[in-house]
C-alpha cells in the first residue's frame, strides 16, 4: 500500500515536474546569455495559455494545430519584447537592474492588460486531450499527465541536442560565456539573442497550454512560474542540465509533501528551498560560481 502511493506521487512530480522544467529552461536560457531573470517570462506563458483556449474554442482546430498557434504567439511575443523593451537597455551599455525593473513591469503591464481587454474570470479548457486514467501496475496515470510528461521530454531532448550539436548552439554556448567576445568572433549578437528568446517563448507557451488544461486559464497564471524559477536557481541558474534536474526534484518533493504531510506545506517548502540553496550552495546543483572582478 505504502509502495503504491510513493509510485503513485513520484508519476505526478514527474509530470508537474516536466512542466516546470520547460520554464526554468526558458529562465535559464536568458540568463546565460544576458545575465539577468527575466521576471517578464511569466507573461510568455499566460499569452500562450490564452491563446491556446481561444482558438481551441473558436476555431475547432485539432490539438496540435492549437499547440502549434498558441507556443509561436508566445515565441513571437518573446522576441517582440526583447526588442522593444530590453534592446534598448542593452545597447545603452546599462546596469543589469534595468532590466529587471523592465521585466518587473512588462510582467504587471500584461496582466492588467489582460484583466482589462478578456477579463479576470477564470477560463476551463475545451477538453482536448482525454480525462480518464489507466492503470500501470499500482500506478493510475491520467492520459493527459502522459502527454505532458512526453511531450515536455520530447522538447528537452531536442534542445539539448540543438544547443550541443548545432552551429546556432555552439554560437549560444559560446555567448553565454562571453556575449561581446562572440560578436567580435562574428556571432551576429542581436539575432542570437533573438533566438534565445524565441525559444524560451515558444517552451513557456507549451507549459502555458498545458496549465491551461490541468487547472484553468487566469490572468495570474504566470506566478506559478515563480516556483520554475526557483527550480533553475535549485539546478543551477543559467544551466540547462541544472534546470531539468532541479524542475524534476522540485515536483516530485512537492507531491510527496502533498500526499504525506499537509498540501499547504507545499509552497512553504519551495521558498524555504529557495533561501537554504541561497545560503548554502547559491550556485546550484549544477551551475558554476563565477566572482565578479573589477
Same mark, same amino acid.
Given at each position: 500500500?505504502?509502495? #503504491? ?13 516536466? /512542466?516546470?522544467?520547460? %520554464? ?7 540568463? #546565460? ?13 499566460? %499569452? ?10 473558436? +476555431? ?5 494545430? #492549437?499547440? @502549434?498557434? $498558441? ?5 513571437? $511575443? @518573446? ?9 534598448? %537597455? ?23 492588460? /489582460?484583466? @482589462? !481587454? ?31 510528461? +512526453?511531450?515536455?521530454? &520530447? ?10 550539436? !548545432?552551429?546556432?548552439?555552439? =554560437?549560444?554556448?559560446? $555567448? ?12 551576429? &549578437? ?8 524565441? %525559444? +524560451?517563448? /515558444?517552451? @513557456? ?22 516556483? +520554475?524559477?526557483?527550480?533553475? /536557481?535549485?539546478?543551477?541558474?543559467? #544551466? ?14 512537492? =507531491?510527496?509533501?502533498? =500526499? ?11 521558498? =524555504? ?22
Amino acid at each position: 500500500m505504502v509502495l #503504491s502511493r510513493v509510485l503513485q506521487q513520484l508519476m505526478n512530480g514527474l509530470s508537474i515536474g516536466s /512542466i516546470y522544467a520547460l %520554464i526554468a529552461v526558458g529562465y535559464s536560457l536568458i540568463y #546565460s546569455i544576458l545575465q539577468f531573470s527575466n521576471f517578464a517570462h511569466g507573461s510568455f506563458l499566460v %499569452i500562450g495559455a490564452y491563446t491556446g483556449f481561444f482558438i481551441s474554442t473558436a +476555431a475547432s482546430l485539432p490539438f496540435a494545430g #492549437s499547440v @502549434a498557434l $498558441a507556443v509561436l504567439t508566445a515565441g513571437v $511575443a @518573446a522576441v517582440v519584447t526583447e526588442r522593444v523593451a530590453y534592446r534598448p %537597455i542593452r545597447e545603452r551599455n546599462s546596469p543589469t537592474l534595468y532590466f529587471i525593473i523592465a521585466s518587473m513591469g512588462i510582467a504587471i503591464f500584461c496582466e492588467q492588460t /489582460i484583466i @482589462a !481587454t478578456i477579463g479576470p474570470k477564470f477560463r476551463t479548457y475545451p477538453r482536448i486531450l482525454s480525462t480518464t486514467s489507466f492503470n500501470l501496475g499500482p500506478v493510475t496515470v491520467a492520459i493527459m499527465d502522459l502527454w505532458a510528461l +512526453a511531450i515536455a521530454c &520530447v522538447c528537452l531532448v531536442v534542445l539539448q541536442y540543438f544547443i550541443s550539436r !548545432t552551429r546556432m548552439g555552439f =554560437a549560444i554556448q559560446a $555567448a553565454s560565456f562571453d556575449l561581446q567576445a562572440a560578436g567580435l568572433m562574428g556571432v551576429n &549578437v542581436n539575432g542570437l539573442i533573438g533566438l534565445v528568446f524565441l %525559444i +524560451a517563448g /515558444i517552451l @513557456a507557451g507549451l507549459s502555458g497550454v498545458f496549465l491551461g488544461m490541468k487547472y484553468t486559464v487566469y490572468p495570474q497564471l504566470g506566478y506559478l512560474t515563480i516556483k +520554475a524559477f526557483v527550480a533553475a /536557481i535549485f539546478g543551477g541558474l543559467g #544551466s540547462l542540465p541544472g534546470a531539468i534536474v532541479g524542475s524534476i526534484v522540485l515536483g516530485v518533493l512537492e =507531491a510527496f509533501i502533498s =500526499a504525506f504531510l499537509w498540501s499547504q506545506m507545499r509552497d512553504l517548502f519551495v521558498f =524555504a528551498l529557495l533561501i537554504a540553496v541561497l545560503l548554502v550552495k547559491p550556485s546550484g546543483l549544477m551551475g558554476k560560481y563565477v566572482e565578479e572582478k573589477v
